[in-house]
Structure formats: structure tokens, C-alpha cells
């Protein structure tokens, strides 16, 4: 089984910074697409930032110029850094990995079970 695990969320006030961080594990052969949403009660699930396994992130309009997305495809690993932070920034932050477990297997995204993210104003 793969399982992925977010790290990293908390309180912070407006105008400030968090680092999100997410790490797969389990059985892993490969993963291609990574990425970062966020949701609201009783909202859909926002998709702010994805990355694939080689190239060029591409992010919401709602985070761009504020959020970055990095991974390291050694460690299995994805980061979220967050920087001047707004009150309508709070949500719970999933990671998402689309996972190939083995070589006989096809990708499937597997999620992190969120982490809480508020800022006060």
C-alpha cells in the first residue's frame, strides 16, 4: 500500500509563512504528477499547484507569486512553500500523488489525509 503524509501546517497571522511537506511511502515503483489542494466545509477541493516528475509547475491564480511547489523525486517527497499568507488562505491542505506501485501496475492517485492551515488576521 502507498500511503502519503502532510507535515507542517498550524496558525500563522496574515502576512507570514508556512513550508508544507509531504512524503510517500509504501510501495512505490514510480510517481509522475504531484500536487497540492485545499479545502474549505462545504466547498470542493481546490487544486493549487501540481508538478510533474520533470518540468514545470503550474499553479492557480488564486496562489501565484505567493505559493511554490518543489519535490524531490529521490526521496519521494513534495513541499508547499507559502509566504504572505491571507485569512481566506485557511483550509485543510491535501497532497496528492498519482503512484505506479509496481512495474505491472498504472498510476493512481493516491491523498495525505490534510493538514489544518489558518491564518489570523
Known amino acids: 500500500q502507498v500511503q502519503l503524509v502532510e507535515s507542517g501546517g498550524g496558525l500563522v497571522q496574515a502576512g507570514g509563512s508556512l513550508r508544507l511537506s509531504c512524503a510517500a511511502s509504501g510501495s512505490i515503483f514510480s510517481i509522475s504528477d504531484m500536487a497540492w489542494y485545499r479545502q474549505t466545509p462545504g466547498a470542493q477541493r481546490e487544486l493549487l499547484a501540481a508538478?510533474?516528475?520533470?518540468?514545470?509547475?503550474t499553479y492557480a491564480g488564486s496562489v501565484g507569486g505567493r505559493f511554490t511547489i518543489s519535490r524531490d523525486n529521490i526521496r519521494n517527497t513534495m513541499a508547499l512553500q507559502m509566504n504572505n499568507l491571507k485569512p481566506e488562505d485557511t483550509a485543510v491542505y491535501y497532497c496528492r500523488a498519482d503512484v505506479r506501485p509496481s512495474r505491472t501496475s498504472a498510476y493512481r492517485p493516491f491523498w495525505g489525509q490534510g493538514t489544518q492551515v489558518t491564518v489570523s488576521s
Open positions: 508538478i510533474p516528475r520533470s518540468g514545470s509547475p
